[in-house]
Protein backbone atom coordinates (compact mmCIF):
# COMPACT_ATOMS: atom_id res chain seq x y z
CA UNK A 1 0.00 0.00 0.00
CA UNK A 2 1.72 3.35 -1.13
CA UNK A 3 2.12 6.17 0.99
CA UNK A 4 -0.90 8.25 -0.50
CA UNK A 5 -3.59 5.36 -0.22
CA UNK A 6 -2.79 4.81 3.33
CA UNK A 7 -2.72 8.31 4.25
CA UNK A 8 -6.05 8.29 2.37
CA UNK A 9 -7.24 5.49 4.76
CA UNK A 10 -6.32 7.27 7.88
CA UNK A 11 -7.95 10.66 6.89
CA UNK A 12 -11.36 8.34 6.13
CA UNK A 13 -11.27 5.63 9.22
CA UNK A 14 -9.41 8.17 12.08
CA UNK A 15 -12.70 9.75 13.15
CA UNK A 16 -14.45 6.34 13.36
CA UNK A 17 -11.55 5.26 15.40
CA UNK A 18 -11.42 7.61 17.81
CA UNK A 19 -14.99 7.88 18.45
CA UNK A 20 -14.90 3.74 19.14
CA UNK A 21 -11.65 4.42 21.12
CA UNK A 22 -13.31 6.97 23.15
CA UNK A 23 -16.59 4.38 23.65
CA UNK A 24 -14.41 2.17 24.70
CA UNK A 25 -13.30 3.96 27.59
CA UNK A 26 -16.88 5.09 28.88
CA UNK A 27 -17.86 1.29 28.69
CA UNK A 28 -14.81 0.18 30.97
CA UNK A 29 -15.65 3.41 33.48
CA UNK A 30 -18.69 2.07 33.70
CA UNK A 31 -18.19 -1.42 34.31
CA UNK A 32 -15.40 -0.54 36.90
CA UNK A 33 -16.35 -1.24 40.37
CA UNK A 34 -16.47 2.98 41.12
CA UNK A 35 -18.69 4.42 39.04
CA UNK A 36 -18.81 8.30 40.31
CA UNK A 37 -15.66 9.44 37.66
CA UNK A 38 -18.28 7.79 35.01
CA UNK A 39 -21.13 10.42 36.57
CA UNK A 40 -19.15 13.07 36.79
CA UNK A 41 -17.88 12.93 33.05
CA UNK A 42 -21.61 12.96 32.36
CA UNK A 43 -22.62 15.70 34.82
CA UNK A 44 -19.78 18.41 33.04
CA UNK A 45 -20.60 17.10 29.22
CA UNK A 46 -24.31 18.43 30.57
CA UNK A 47 -25.65 15.11 31.24
CA UNK A 48 -28.00 14.09 32.98
CA UNK A 49 -27.86 10.79 35.43
CA UNK A 50 -30.31 8.08 34.25
CA UNK A 51 -30.92 5.09 36.00
CA UNK A 52 -28.80 2.97 33.35
CA UNK A 53 -27.31 3.00 29.87
CA UNK A 54 -29.57 3.23 27.01
CA UNK A 55 -32.20 4.69 28.49
CA UNK A 56 -34.21 5.73 25.69
CA UNK A 57 -33.68 2.18 23.62
CA UNK A 58 -35.46 0.43 26.90
CA UNK A 59 -38.38 3.03 27.12
CA UNK A 60 -38.74 1.98 23.31
CA UNK A 61 -38.55 -1.71 24.40
CA UNK A 62 -41.30 -0.84 27.55
CA UNK A 63 -43.83 1.07 25.02
CA UNK A 64 -44.00 -1.53 23.02
CA UNK A 65 -44.48 -4.10 25.46
CA UNK A 66 -46.79 -1.70 26.99
CA UNK A 67 -48.73 -1.48 23.87
CA UNK A 68 -48.89 -5.24 23.62
CA UNK A 69 -50.58 -5.82 27.25
CA UNK A 70 -53.46 -3.17 25.92
CA UNK A 71 -52.24 0.03 27.41
CA UNK A 72 -52.64 3.20 26.37
CA UNK A 73 -49.13 4.37 25.83
CA UNK A 74 -49.92 8.02 24.22
CA UNK A 75 -50.51 9.16 27.35
CA UNK A 76 -49.04 9.06 31.12
CA UNK A 77 -49.47 5.63 32.42
CA UNK A 78 -47.68 3.42 34.82
CA UNK A 79 -46.48 0.81 32.45
CA UNK A 80 -44.11 3.32 32.13
CA UNK A 81 -43.42 4.54 35.03
CA UNK A 82 -45.53 8.00 34.65
CA UNK A 83 -44.24 8.74 31.52
CA UNK A 84 -45.61 8.15 27.64
CA UNK A 85 -44.98 7.49 24.35
CA UNK A 86 -44.00 10.37 21.50
CA UNK A 87 -42.23 8.64 18.89
CA UNK A 88 -44.43 6.92 15.23
CA UNK A 89 -46.88 4.45 16.15
CA UNK A 90 -45.00 2.40 13.77
CA UNK A 91 -42.40 1.13 16.28
CA UNK A 92 -45.44 -0.15 18.55
CA UNK A 93 -46.33 -2.64 15.43
CA UNK A 94 -42.85 -4.27 15.46
CA UNK A 95 -43.40 -6.43 18.58
CA UNK A 96 -40.13 -8.66 18.30
CA UNK A 97 -38.48 -5.52 19.80
CA UNK A 98 -39.36 -5.94 22.94
CA UNK A 99 -38.27 -9.61 23.25
CA UNK A 100 -34.57 -7.68 23.20
CA UNK A 101 -35.17 -6.03 26.30
CA UNK A 102 -33.06 -8.74 28.38
CA UNK A 103 -29.96 -7.49 25.48
CA UNK A 104 -30.38 -3.64 25.99
CA UNK A 105 -26.94 -2.87 26.79
CA UNK A 106 -25.61 -5.04 23.87
CA UNK A 107 -28.20 -3.45 21.51
CA UNK A 108 -27.07 -0.05 22.96
CA UNK A 109 -23.40 -0.86 22.10
CA UNK A 110 -24.07 -2.67 19.27
CA UNK A 111 -26.57 0.45 17.64
CA UNK A 112 -23.53 3.12 18.94
CA UNK A 113 -20.58 0.95 17.17
CA UNK A 114 -22.81 0.92 14.00
CA UNK A 115 -23.09 4.88 14.77
CA UNK A 116 -19.48 5.11 14.83
CA UNK A 117 -18.41 2.75 11.89
CA UNK A 118 -20.71 4.60 9.76
CA UNK A 119 -18.83 7.57 10.12
CA UNK A 120 -16.54 5.56 7.91
CA UNK A 121 -18.67 6.31 4.40
CA UNK A 122 -18.54 9.92 4.53
CA UNK A 123 -16.54 11.72 2.45
CA UNK A 124 -12.18 11.41 3.82
CA UNK A 125 -11.16 14.29 5.29
CA UNK A 126 -8.66 16.04 3.02
CA UNK A 127 -6.52 17.61 5.41
CA UNK A 128 -4.83 16.84 9.24
CA UNK A 129 -7.16 19.78 10.40
CA UNK A 130 -9.97 18.56 8.85
CA UNK A 131 -9.44 15.20 10.37
CA UNK A 132 -8.79 16.17 13.90
CA UNK A 133 -11.62 18.93 13.50
CA UNK A 134 -14.05 15.76 12.13
CA UNK A 135 -12.23 13.51 14.89
CA UNK A 136 -13.55 16.52 18.19
CA UNK A 137 -17.14 16.36 16.93
CA UNK A 138 -17.76 12.37 16.72
CA UNK A 139 -16.11 12.63 20.32
CA UNK A 140 -18.59 15.86 21.25
CA UNK A 141 -21.10 16.46 23.92
CA UNK A 142 -23.94 15.60 21.66
CA UNK A 143 -22.17 12.73 20.41
CA UNK A 144 -21.40 11.09 23.37
CA UNK A 145 -25.51 11.86 24.80
CA UNK A 146 -27.22 10.08 22.15
CA UNK A 147 -24.92 7.01 22.47
CA UNK A 148 -25.08 7.12 26.41
CA UNK A 149 -29.06 7.64 25.77
CA UNK A 150 -28.78 4.72 23.16
CA UNK A 151 -31.49 7.47 21.60
CA UNK A 152 -33.33 6.36 18.16
CA UNK A 153 -31.68 9.70 17.03
CA UNK A 154 -28.75 7.32 16.18
CA UNK A 155 -30.11 5.23 13.86
CA UNK A 156 -31.61 7.46 12.16
CA UNK A 157 -28.49 8.72 11.57
CA UNK A 158 -26.88 6.17 9.92
CA UNK A 159 -29.44 5.54 7.77
CA UNK A 160 -29.33 9.23 6.66
CA UNK A 161 -25.69 8.32 5.79
CA UNK A 162 -26.57 4.85 3.43
CA UNK A 163 -29.43 7.46 2.08
CA UNK A 164 -26.01 9.58 0.92
CA UNK A 165 -24.20 6.52 -0.33
CA UNK A 166 -27.31 5.19 -2.54
CA UNK A 167 -27.98 8.58 -4.10
CA UNK A 168 -24.62 8.90 -5.03
CA UNK A 169 -25.04 5.92 -7.32
CA UNK A 170 -27.18 5.00 -10.57
CA UNK A 171 -31.09 5.41 -10.74
CA UNK A 172 -31.97 2.10 -9.20
CA UNK A 173 -29.97 3.15 -5.97
CA UNK A 174 -31.74 6.43 -6.20
CA UNK A 175 -35.09 5.10 -6.13
CA UNK A 176 -33.73 2.31 -2.94
CA UNK A 177 -32.48 5.56 -1.09
CA UNK A 178 -36.28 7.45 -1.22
CA UNK A 179 -38.33 4.48 -0.25
CA UNK A 180 -35.52 4.18 2.88
CA UNK A 181 -36.60 7.77 3.68
CA UNK A 182 -39.88 7.27 3.67
CA UNK A 183 -39.19 4.37 6.04
CA UNK A 184 -37.34 6.42 8.03
CA UNK A 185 -39.91 9.54 8.22
CA UNK A 186 -42.49 6.71 9.40
CA UNK A 187 -40.30 6.06 12.58
CA UNK A 188 -39.97 9.86 13.40
CA UNK A 189 -41.03 11.99 10.99
CA UNK A 190 -38.14 14.67 10.34
CA UNK A 191 -36.46 12.77 8.00
CA UNK A 192 -38.89 13.00 5.55
CA UNK A 193 -37.43 16.34 4.40
CA UNK A 194 -34.47 14.49 3.33
CA UNK A 195 -36.39 14.51 -0.14
CA UNK A 196 -35.10 17.44 -0.69
CA UNK A 197 -32.26 15.35 -2.42
CA UNK A 198 -34.66 14.80 -5.41
CA UNK A 199 -34.31 18.34 -6.67
CA UNK A 200 -31.52 16.64 -8.64
CA UNK A 201 -33.84 13.87 -10.58
CA UNK A 202 -35.50 14.42 -13.89
CA UNK A 203 -38.92 15.56 -13.63
CA UNK A 204 -40.71 11.91 -14.36
CA UNK A 205 -38.57 10.43 -11.95
CA UNK A 206 -39.76 13.07 -9.37
CA UNK A 207 -43.37 12.81 -10.59
CA UNK A 208 -42.83 8.75 -10.19
CA UNK A 209 -41.38 9.58 -6.45
CA UNK A 210 -43.67 11.62 -5.08
CA UNK A 211 -46.83 9.11 -6.83
CA UNK A 212 -45.12 6.40 -4.65
CA UNK A 213 -45.08 8.26 -1.62
CA UNK A 214 -48.86 9.82 -1.76
CA UNK A 215 -49.73 6.16 -1.70
CA UNK A 216 -47.75 5.19 0.71
CA UNK A 217 -48.96 8.16 2.82
CA UNK A 218 -52.35 6.90 2.48
CA UNK A 219 -51.36 3.64 3.50
CA UNK A 220 -49.68 5.05 6.85
CA UNK A 221 -52.65 7.09 7.79
CA UNK A 222 -55.18 4.11 7.06
CA UNK A 223 -53.40 2.01 9.32
CA UNK A 224 -51.72 3.72 11.98
CA UNK A 225 -54.02 6.87 12.07
CA UNK A 226 -54.43 6.02 15.82
CA UNK A 227 -51.39 7.58 17.52
CA UNK A 228 -50.55 9.55 14.30
CA UNK A 229 -51.31 13.02 15.63
CA UNK A 230 -51.26 12.08 19.53
CA UNK A 231 -47.69 12.16 19.46
CA UNK A 232 -46.94 15.04 17.53
CA UNK A 233 -48.66 17.12 19.80
CA UNK A 234 -47.08 16.07 22.21
CA UNK A 235 -43.57 16.67 21.39
CA UNK A 236 -41.71 17.62 24.89
CA UNK A 237 -41.43 21.12 25.72
CA UNK A 238 -38.41 21.95 27.58
CA UNK A 239 -36.91 24.87 29.27
CA UNK A 240 -35.33 27.00 26.72
CA UNK A 241 -32.24 27.89 28.68
CA UNK A 242 -30.62 24.72 29.30
CA UNK A 243 -29.91 21.58 26.59
CA UNK A 244 -31.97 21.84 23.82
CA UNK A 245 -32.17 24.03 20.83
CA UNK A 246 -34.67 25.55 18.72
CA UNK A 247 -36.39 28.78 16.82
CA UNK A 248 -38.64 29.21 19.92
CA UNK A 249 -36.00 29.56 22.39
CA UNK A 250 -34.89 33.13 22.52
CA UNK A 251 -38.55 34.03 22.53
CA UNK A 252 -39.38 31.68 25.26
CA UNK A 253 -36.60 32.43 27.28
CA UNK A 254 -37.38 36.22 27.50
CA UNK A 255 -40.84 35.79 28.47
CA UNK A 256 -39.41 33.90 31.11
CA UNK A 257 -37.01 35.98 32.24
CA UNK A 258 -39.45 39.33 31.70
CA UNK A 259 -42.79 37.66 33.59
CA UNK A 260 -41.50 34.47 35.24
CA UNK A 261 -44.09 31.69 36.26
CA UNK A 262 -44.47 31.79 39.97
CA UNK A 263 -42.35 28.55 40.03
CA UNK A 264 -39.39 27.87 38.20
CA UNK A 265 -39.88 23.86 38.72
CA UNK A 266 -39.79 21.82 35.54
CA UNK A 267 -43.54 21.44 35.51
CA UNK A 268 -44.11 24.92 35.60
CA UNK A 269 -41.75 25.65 32.85
CA UNK A 270 -42.95 23.02 30.72
CA UNK A 271 -47.04 24.40 31.62
CA UNK A 272 -46.16 28.04 30.54
CA UNK A 273 -47.65 30.10 28.54
CA UNK A 274 -45.35 31.36 25.89
CA UNK A 275 -47.15 35.51 25.55
CA UNK A 276 -48.33 36.33 22.24
CA UNK A 277 -45.89 38.95 21.59
CA UNK A 278 -42.92 36.12 21.97
CA UNK A 279 -44.78 34.18 19.84
CA UNK A 280 -44.80 37.25 17.00
CA UNK A 281 -41.38 37.64 17.81
CA UNK A 282 -40.10 34.03 16.71
CA UNK A 283 -42.37 34.29 13.69
CA UNK A 284 -40.38 37.73 12.96
CA UNK A 285 -37.13 36.10 13.65
CA UNK A 286 -37.81 32.85 11.09
CA UNK A 287 -38.56 35.49 8.34
CA UNK A 288 -35.83 37.64 9.06
CA UNK A 289 -33.47 34.62 8.63
CA UNK A 290 -35.46 33.00 6.20
CA UNK A 291 -34.96 36.48 4.12
CA UNK A 292 -31.14 36.24 4.78
CA UNK A 293 -30.61 32.89 3.70
CA UNK A 294 -31.97 34.01 0.76
CA UNK A 295 -29.70 36.65 0.05
CA UNK A 296 -27.36 34.93 1.23
CA UNK A 297 -27.78 31.50 -1.40
CA UNK A 298 -25.67 33.20 -4.37
CA UNK A 299 -22.27 32.72 -2.91
CA UNK A 300 -23.18 29.23 -1.64
CA UNK A 301 -24.34 28.30 -4.72
CA UNK A 302 -21.40 28.66 -6.48
CA UNK A 303 -19.04 27.13 -4.10
CA UNK A 304 -21.48 23.96 -4.56
CA UNK A 305 -20.45 23.75 -7.50
CA UNK A 306 -16.93 23.15 -6.78
CA UNK A 307 -17.97 20.23 -4.29
CA UNK A 308 -17.72 15.95 -5.47
CA UNK A 309 -21.08 14.74 -5.42
CA UNK A 310 -21.02 12.69 -1.90
CA UNK A 311 -19.57 16.30 0.08
CA UNK A 312 -22.84 17.85 -1.40
CA UNK A 313 -25.30 15.27 -0.69
CA UNK A 314 -23.94 14.63 2.90
CA UNK A 315 -23.83 18.85 3.15
CA UNK A 316 -27.70 18.48 2.01
CA UNK A 317 -28.69 15.43 4.31
CA UNK A 318 -26.98 17.31 7.19
CA UNK A 319 -28.36 20.77 6.74
CA UNK A 320 -31.72 19.81 5.85
CA UNK A 321 -31.95 17.63 9.24
CA UNK A 322 -31.02 20.83 11.54
CA UNK A 323 -32.70 23.61 9.84
CA UNK A 324 -36.32 21.92 9.72
CA UNK A 325 -35.67 20.51 13.09
CA UNK A 326 -34.74 24.02 14.50
CA UNK A 327 -37.88 25.37 13.22
CA UNK A 328 -40.04 23.58 13.95
CA UNK A 329 -39.64 22.18 17.18
CA UNK A 330 -37.60 22.61 20.76
CA UNK A 331 -34.25 19.50 20.23
CA UNK A 332 -32.37 17.86 22.65
CA UNK A 333 -28.64 18.72 21.96
CA UNK A 334 -28.02 14.94 20.51
CA UNK A 335 -29.87 15.40 17.24
CA UNK A 336 -26.56 18.08 17.09
CA UNK A 337 -24.97 15.07 15.84
CA UNK A 338 -26.31 15.44 12.20
CA UNK A 339 -24.27 18.30 11.63
CA UNK A 340 -21.11 16.00 11.19
CA UNK A 341 -22.72 15.33 8.21
CA UNK A 342 -22.02 19.10 6.66
CA UNK A 343 -18.37 19.13 7.67
CA UNK A 344 -16.80 17.45 5.17
CA UNK A 345 -18.53 19.83 2.45
CA UNK A 346 -17.74 22.85 4.43
CA UNK A 347 -14.14 22.09 4.80
CA UNK A 348 -13.99 22.04 1.06
CA UNK A 349 -15.49 25.09 0.33
CA UNK A 350 -13.41 26.89 2.69
CA UNK A 351 -10.36 25.21 1.21
CA UNK A 352 -11.33 26.14 -2.55
CA UNK A 353 -13.98 29.12 -2.18
CA UNK A 354 -12.21 32.87 -2.71
CA UNK A 355 -11.60 35.09 0.89
CA UNK A 356 -14.61 36.21 1.88
CA UNK A 357 -16.34 32.76 1.65
CA UNK A 358 -13.62 30.79 3.19
CA UNK A 359 -14.03 32.87 6.24
CA UNK A 360 -17.55 32.47 6.56
CA UNK A 361 -17.31 28.87 5.40
CA UNK A 362 -14.92 28.82 8.43
CA UNK A 363 -16.94 30.49 10.74
CA UNK A 364 -19.70 27.90 10.31
CA UNK A 365 -17.28 25.25 11.23
CA UNK A 366 -16.26 26.97 14.05
CA UNK A 367 -19.87 27.66 15.06
CA UNK A 368 -20.30 23.82 14.65
CA UNK A 369 -17.95 22.63 16.53
CA UNK A 370 -18.55 24.79 19.37
CA UNK A 371 -22.53 24.00 19.40
CA UNK A 372 -21.40 20.30 19.33
CA UNK A 373 -19.35 21.10 22.52
CA UNK A 374 -21.55 23.53 24.07
CA UNK A 375 -22.71 21.57 26.85
CA UNK A 376 -19.55 21.33 27.97
CA UNK A 377 -19.19 25.02 28.13
CA UNK A 378 -22.33 25.92 29.67
CA UNK A 379 -22.08 23.48 32.66
CA UNK A 380 -18.81 24.74 33.15
CA UNK A 381 -20.00 28.19 33.65
CA UNK A 382 -23.09 27.75 35.32
CA UNK A 383 -20.85 25.74 38.12
CA UNK A 384 -18.01 28.28 38.09
CA UNK A 385 -19.75 31.96 38.13
CA UNK A 386 -22.04 31.81 41.32
CA UNK A 387 -18.69 30.95 43.45
CA UNK A 388 -16.93 33.47 41.13
CA UNK A 389 -19.33 36.46 40.87
CA UNK A 390 -21.85 36.04 43.43
CA UNK A 391 -25.17 34.44 42.37
CA UNK A 392 -26.94 37.26 41.08
CA UNK A 393 -24.23 37.64 38.74
CA UNK A 394 -23.34 34.58 38.41
CA UNK A 395 -26.94 34.36 36.56
CA UNK A 396 -26.17 37.35 34.71
CA UNK A 397 -22.88 35.28 32.96
CA UNK A 398 -25.63 32.19 32.53
CA UNK A 399 -27.85 34.54 30.35
CA UNK A 400 -25.10 36.18 28.73
CA UNK A 401 -23.33 32.82 27.43
CA UNK A 402 -27.42 31.75 26.55
CA UNK A 403 -28.08 34.54 24.48
CA UNK A 404 -24.17 34.19 22.60
CA UNK A 405 -25.16 30.39 21.71
CA UNK A 406 -28.49 31.66 20.82
CA UNK A 407 -27.15 33.70 18.07
CA UNK A 408 -24.30 31.09 17.34
CA UNK A 409 -27.77 28.98 16.29
CA UNK A 410 -29.59 31.53 14.41
CA UNK A 411 -25.86 32.40 12.43
CA UNK A 412 -25.45 28.86 12.06
CA UNK A 413 -29.31 28.23 10.56
CA UNK A 414 -29.45 30.98 8.05
CA UNK A 415 -26.05 30.08 6.70
CA UNK A 416 -27.24 26.33 6.43
CA UNK A 417 -30.41 27.57 4.76
CA UNK A 418 -28.77 29.25 2.57
CA UNK A 419 -27.17 26.25 1.36
CA UNK A 420 -30.35 24.28 1.01
CA UNK A 421 -31.81 27.41 -1.42
CA UNK A 422 -28.53 27.24 -3.47
CA UNK A 423 -28.72 23.77 -3.83
CA UNK A 424 -32.40 23.95 -5.22
CA UNK A 425 -31.64 27.00 -6.78
CA UNK A 426 -29.07 25.07 -8.92
CA UNK A 427 -31.01 21.79 -8.75
CA UNK A 428 -33.92 23.79 -11.12
CA UNK A 429 -31.52 26.14 -12.99
CA UNK A 430 -30.29 22.19 -14.24
CA UNK A 431 -33.84 20.93 -14.47
CA UNK A 432 -34.73 23.79 -16.92
CA UNK A 433 -31.25 23.29 -18.72
CA UNK A 434 -32.17 19.64 -19.44
CA UNK A 435 -35.49 20.56 -19.86
CA UNK A 436 -34.44 22.87 -22.91
CA UNK A 437 -32.00 20.46 -24.05
CA UNK A 438 -34.81 17.86 -24.38
CA UNK A 439 -37.19 20.08 -26.50
CA UNK A 440 -34.23 20.98 -28.88
CA UNK A 441 -33.85 17.56 -29.77
CA UNK A 442 -37.68 17.03 -30.53
CA UNK A 443 -37.48 19.69 -32.94
CA UNK A 444 -34.32 18.28 -34.29
Not at 172 to 184: H, K, N, Q, T
Not at 408 to 421: D, F, R, S
Amino acid sequence: MGRIMRKQLVFRVFPSFTACVVFLIFLALYQATDRNFYYVILKFQGIPKAAHPFSDLSSIFIAISCKANGVNVFHPNQCMGGGEYNYSPLLLRLTWLSDLRPFLDWCGIFLSVLCFMSLVLLPPSESYVEMIARSFASISSSMIFACERGNLDLFIFCCVIYVGWLNMRAVGFRMVSYILICALAAMKYYPITLMALMAREKISYILITLTAIAALLVIFVIHLHVGISTPSLSIPRVGPLGMDFGAINVPFGLSILLSPPPSMSVAAVIAYRIPLWAEFGMIVLVLCSVIWSFYARTAYQISLRDLTLEQKIFLISGSVVIVTCFYIAQNIVYREIFLLLCLPGLFKISAASERGMRMRSTKVIVAILFLMWEELFRVAIATAAPPLFGVKLGFGVDILFWLFREFIWWYLVVQLLAIIIGFLSESLINLRMGAGHRLLRRFD
